[in-house]
């Protein structure tokens, strides 16, 4: 075995990676492909540059990922420390002077006389991993050369090059004087039945499908300010991948006003309890998580900006208070099947020599990035060691992340840090802002 850990990637996670591994007197070979060579979205020579925002969310204990860098924060995150450092006024978010951020962790990474930076592409990572421990956090934007390695590694079919996906919400947020459980077609069972046996029986039954019914009326004032709404826009390199592999629901509604209700918000196959007849249109959420506590919008990918998601979104029938947890995205991005692939400490199940970290894992956001980078920094680090791997508790926003993105999950999609993957307390609270710090303080207390 080698005596130092090799990493591929000079992004967040990379650099945090690097950080962590070297603060543990293990010497580091970091490869950055720049400035060699530039990703579409790239421009500076600078280590853990920001393409994005400059925000890295807010700092409040209240808030997911304000808990998730407090964590950080008290695991000695190098990243996060510098992010402090040059934090710029934002109110109560973490905002970053984005130059002096990417300077300074340069400059960190290039002081410390454990870690060497090889500029240099990788497009050939067999032999690195020959007798030698990787991790591989080349980001959402890995490079064709890389991209067609890492999917000799872990199988054609489990590599995305692109992020289409829909909104996630959480169901305590659903309104049930509304909402109904079941699947298409499931209703037609009823026909024997009385409306209060059939919704007995709805209950019991299998509950992976939430649908949400829309009246005419309902129906015409969400499309009108769908089809209104504002979007992102793309990168011109983004465009035609995307647009060829999933149309987003909003430039689906623009080819008429029926074409969603003939697609994703058909109403066949099922009975509004209310009424006891078919609504006019129909919305279907399906679950996204093994305990049932969060939901996606089906057919729902969309590339309006995240206010607009949730000011549209929010006129659907029983959505109105809708907690969303993840907004819907579509964009070029790089990530593996992680939950068939990773375990808990993103180790690659095939080749235990091999981590992956970053956005490539699945993991959503700059903070999560950098988290991810941490948590496979530490754990390879472990294994050259010679020592056992830490998981972190899934009751901490870290260890969540982590079981996550290695849970089975045939609807997998990049997922940032929420209060919807923490397990449940052990009692009910309403008030969110106290469950909230109530989630915060016991994942402190576990971390």
């Known amino acids: 075995m080698k005596d130092y850990i090799t990493i591929i990637g000079g992004g967040l996670a990379g650099t945090e990676a690097a950080y962590q591994i070297a603060k543990r007197g293990i010497k580091v070979k970091l490869y950055e492909m720049k400035p060699q060579k530039y990703s579409p979205a790239h421009s500076s020579q600078n280590l853990a540059e920001i393409v994005c925002s400059n925000s890295f969310k807010s700092n409040l204990h209240t808030n ?13 995150s190098l990243l996060i420390k510098i992010a402090d450092e040059t934090a710029v006024p934002a109110g109560q978010a973490l905002a970053v002077d984005r130059e002096k951020f990417s300077e300074e962790v340069t400059k960190k990474i290039k002081e410390n006389p454990l870690i060497e930076i090889i500029n240099q592409e990788v497009t050939d990572i067999e032999n690195i991993i020959n007798d030698g421990i990787v991790i591989i956090a080349t980001g959402p934007l890995t490079s064709d050369g890389l991209s067609k390695e890492i999917s000799k590694l872990t199988g054609e079919d489990k590599l995305y090059f692109y992020d289409a996906a829909a909104p996630i919400v959480t169901k305590e947020s659903i309104d049930f004087s509304i909402a109904f459980y079941g699947d ?25 499908y939430i649908n ?11 499309y009108n300010e769908l089809i209104n709404a504002e979007i992102v826009q793309l990168h011109e390199f983004e ?47 399906r679950q996204d998580d093994s305990q049932a506590s969060i939901y996606n919008l089906v057919g729902f990918q969309t590339n309006l900006k995240f206010g607009e998601q949730k000011r549209v979104f929010s006129l659907i029938p029983g959505l109105a208070n809708a907690e969303f ?28 020599n091999i981590f992956f970290a970053g956005q490539i894992t699945g993991v959503e956001g700059y903070v999560e990035s950098i988290c991810s980078g941490m948590v496979a920094g530490i754990n390879a680090s472990q294994m050259l060691q010679e020592k056992e791997k830490i998981t972190f508790n899934e009751k901490t926003m870290i260890g969540a992340l982590a079981k996550y993105i290695s849970t089975p999950n045939e609807k997998f999609q990049p997922m940032n840090a929420n209060f919807g993957i923490l397990p449940e307390l052990d009692r009910k609270i309403k008030d969110k802002k106290l469950k909230y710090a109530t989630l915060a303080d016991r994942a402190l207390e576990n971390l």
């Open 184 to 208: 298409r077609y499931s209703q037609e069972k009823k026909k024997e039945e009385t409306i209060e046996e059939w919704m007995e029986r709805q209950e019991k039954e299998e509950k992976s």
């Open 325 to 352: 947890v993840k907004y819907g995205v579509m964009h070029r991005n790089t990530y593996i099947n992680s939950p068939k692939l990773l375990d808990n400490t993103y180790n690659f199940k095939a080749n235990k």
């Open 239 to 285: 465009k035609r991948e995307i647009f060829e592999g999933c149309m987003p629901v909003e430039i689906m509604a623009k080819r008429g006003i029926d074409t969603l209700r003939f697609g994703p918000l058909k109403p066949v196959g099922f009975d509004d309890p209310r009424t006891a007849k078919r609504p006019y249109a129909l919305v279907q959420l």
């Open 212 to 222: 949400l019914p829309m009246n005419k009326e309902e129906y015409e004032t969400f």
């Open 64 to 76: 997911a990922c304000g808990l998730l860098k407090e964590e950080l924060r008290k695991l000695d």
